[in-house]
């Protein structure tokens, strides 16, 4: 816990926001995020979303705002009324900005003082979680020159590295395959095969080298292996469950790590992910899926948890320069619920199609390729092989 008096974090807090009202250009300025809120987080993200919305700011609608909120305790006319001067608004800021950090820094401190009192886990787990903690921690300056920028594709070069999914057409129109720092999304109903379709891009992953996490939050990590096993030896992973198979003969892909998550939360998911970067140096991950990942706040409605979990993961994506293939299930009108979420999060966004034993995927969304399908309802791209596996296999 942060030793800081909290009536003098509230003060400071009330003057930030009475300030913003005042001058809601200071937005600008202040690139302050909710997590940095102690007291008032809620009413930070009012009078941000208020402000964004309709580009000004009144205490008298925002008393209302507050109010269907159930935040009658606070009046944004008293925030107003506790600021003094608006010429120290950056110092201000800069202090709650670094009771945040140290607040970030004490609670994963205290993750690895937990992981390394875990006996169960390898001596070296807290320290490779140190060395990916350390850059997630660090608030550094994003602002950089178009000389820094040809510094960087000078020294690392133009074209980024960038992954296979063994499906050939789908890597064309992904303009070779997953690059690094982008999010894939692919969308269906209830058993329209998304984990199909994961487990067999994975499995492709993993011929070919690529070292990944497949986060298994519905299927266990167990079953989705199996597939895998069943796919490499020749067999329908059925025959496990009949008793016609065992573990013998059975060869595992090294480059394949799988996390069980049912239940997981998004903070939880993060540090996982953070984990998988800083000890196993996984090139990317598959999260499956999108809606099972809990830890919605109570100030949160089930939307803007699932925006903040695409937008989370798609700033994780970026900040660890890993691809992500996330999946997530419609409705059975084909409808996402906060799909505008899913759409801005995703570098580009498929929708899986198709009936009996084909599928093909509509490209609904892209940011930096021309928007094709991948197959048509008449010309489907992908069946079902049931013999073996099953998986998907181009037609």
Known sequence: MLNVDPHLIQELEEQILGTLILKPELFMVASLTVDDFVVNPLAFEIIQDQYYATGSLNTTSLAIQFKSHNLEQWQPSEFVSSVVTTTNFEQLCDVVKGHSLRRNAIKRAQEVISLANDMTNAPDTCVNMLQGMSAELMRSDSII?????????????????????????????MGGGMFRGKVYGFSGKAKSGKTLLASTISYNLGENGCRHLYVAMEMGATEIAQRKFARKGGFNSLEFIQGKRTWEGLKPNTEIRYLDAPGITFPELKSRLLEAVARHQITGAVIDYWQLVQGQDSRQTEEKHLRDVAQGLADFAKKHNIWIFLLSQTNEEGKTFAGQGLIKACDQLYMIHGTDDTRWLEMSATRYTERVNYGSEDNPSLSINKRVGPYFEEI
């Not at 820094?148 to 890597?171: A, W």
């Open 145 to 173: 020159s178009q000389s820094q920028i040809l510094s960087d594709m000078r020294d690392n070069g133009v074209v980024k590295e960038h992954f296979s999914t063994g499906l050939r057409g789908l890597d064309s129109l």
